[in-house]
């Protein structure tokens, strides 16, 4: 038997290689359906079993076979469709000899192969030429396809779904769909006319395609599918980026990835003898991992309905799968929406860890993520370049808060920034001159020393309500942020922050003593300043971003 693992490797390189957000739908749309209808049915027609399958999911797939010679078969007929499908996506493909090897050790040397495979890279011709036209949407490939071949192309092309379209009744209708794409959607216009391109590549030409089979919900695969089974016909896709801006044209876009999932699988291991009870388990986690993911949004977006949070812009949503979450919100609901998904997946994830009973505590998967809220205008893939690098940071946070600690259950964490016009600021350069003056990354939960992001979001909603003035918040950060430049004013400035305090009004005035601390003021002493509103800029800079009406 050979032990063979195929993952879809640069994702993120294949959807947000263009700010074309109908690329980016058709792009993400495409990485699914390979996965969710291509795979599995190149794995059935090979006759490889449903036993021997441990997972389909996420973009990936392990699975069994009988020997290298069906491996390698499987193998070129998942590279020809990945080809065919979505040209210039990346596969790292790997397989072993598994005989007699216990299931736990052969796919912990197949996570080496697979490894060995990513490190090799993916070789790319360079084609800076200038007498080589390159494609008006990614401005990185080719031009292949122009208005005079676009008829045939996109013939030739929805040829490739024709083996895969679902059985029975609806196979017919599912194809004269395909048949009827530019009649319905006049693709052509979308892209040669309302874009106002001259050529395109092929990669872009299957993602333009691939976007309009979403409002046909084809074949139901996707996060799309899901959510409209909850949400019918409110969902209403959109353009444009800038039809989710809102507050001072600003959208938000959140990135949340899990964390722990090797950890929890090193430790599921030690709690298995029987390997066919292990590959079951294996099957089970990627469907609950991925089911709980997309669970745990659509839960959260029907409350933000219901409290008329949302109106009908729900969101974009780029990647919902696997234990990842990479989607776009208005400016003034995404960091509710990221926390909200955080807390509900952490404690879906918390209750199906508490099922095993593992050997070793503190091994439960949780979710970290970086939200970024930028002009609607930024490039999308600097949204989601900034929106990773506060992902890692809130996932290093994580990591620090539970080095060398012994807990029974860990906690995610979440890091945002506010980008004004420069989508590409260094976010660690910027926070040096403003390190004593946030406290980022919140955890989700409460914590020892850390603060949650539920009190932060709280204190601003209240101070908003209050109608607290933003001006005297402005003032609070100068005289705070002065003193780290001249320590000799921290007791004067201290005077002034009390003096400003004694003319609020009752209610404003316990806001603030209750953020500050009164014991912090009655006793107050030359280092006062320094030790209270440590998070005064994480308020200044989400204060028009969280609460109060859209």
Known sequence: MYLV???????????????????????SFLLDYLNQVVVKDILNKND?????????????????????????????EIREAYTNFAPDSKLAISSIDAKDKEIWNAMDELAKETNIVKNKGFSKINLDLPFIEKCGICCDNPVQIKKENFDDSLKNYVKNFEPYLERKNSKEDTNEKLKTLEDRYKIKYQIFDKDGVSGICPSCFAKYVAANLIKEDFQRIGFYSDFKKEFKDEFKPV?????????????????????????????????????????????KFSQTLDEHTKGSLIEVLKELREE??????????????????????????????????????????????????????GSNITSSGGVII??????????????????????????????????????????????????TVNIGDFRKGVKNLIQRPYSIEDIDSYKNIDNLL??????????????????????????????????????ELINTIVKLDSE??????????????????????????????????????????K
């Open 48 to 76: 490889i079993k449903d036993e021997d399958i441990l997972y389909i999911a996420a973009g990936n797939a392990k699975f069994y076979c009988k020997d290298n010679e069906v491996a390698i078969k499987i193998e070129a």
């Open 374 to 423: 930028a002009k609607a205008k930024t490039p999308m893939y600097y949204l989601f370049d900034q929106s990773l690098t506060l992902q890692k940071n809130a996932k290093k946070k994580r990591y620090e808060t539970y080095e060398n600690k012994s807990v029974d259950f860990k906690n995610g964490f979440i890091d945002f920034q506010v980008i004004g016009s420069e989508g």
């Open 458 to 495: 709280q204190l601003i909603e209240n101070l908003k309500t209050s109608n607290f003035p933003k001006n005297k918040l402005r003032m609070y950060y100068t005289l705070k942020a002065e003193i780290e430049k001249n320590p000799n004013k921290s007791i004067e400035n201290l005077f």
């Open 308 to 361: 008329n949070k949302l109106d009908e812009h729900f969101g974009e949503f780029l990647i919902v799968g696997g234990d990842d979450v990479c989607a776009v919100f208005p400016g003034h609901i995404v960091m509710e929406v990221s926390t909200r998904f955080q807390e509900r997946f952490n404690s879906k994830m918390k209750d199906y860890y508490k099922t095993w009973n593992f050997k070793k505590n």
């Open 5 to 27: 693992s195929v993952e879809t490797v640069k994702i993120k390189d294949f959807i947000f290689n263009t700010n074309k957000l109908k690329a980016i739908r058709g792009a």
């Open 508 to 549: 404003q005035k316990e806001l603030i003593l209750s953020w500050i601390g009164k014991e912090n003021l009655s006793n107050s002493h030359e280092d006062t300043l320094k030790e209270i509103l440590n998070n005064i800029f994480d308020v200044i800079e989400l204060y028009d971003f969280v609460g109060g009406s």
């Open 239 to 283: 353009d444009s980026l800038e039809e989710y801006k809102l507050k001072k044209s600003f959208i938000g876009f959140m990135y949340s990835d899990g964390d722990s999932v090797g950890e929890f699988l090193k430790n599921a291991k030690d709690n298995f003898t029987d390997e066919n009870k292990y590959k079951e388990f294996i099957k």
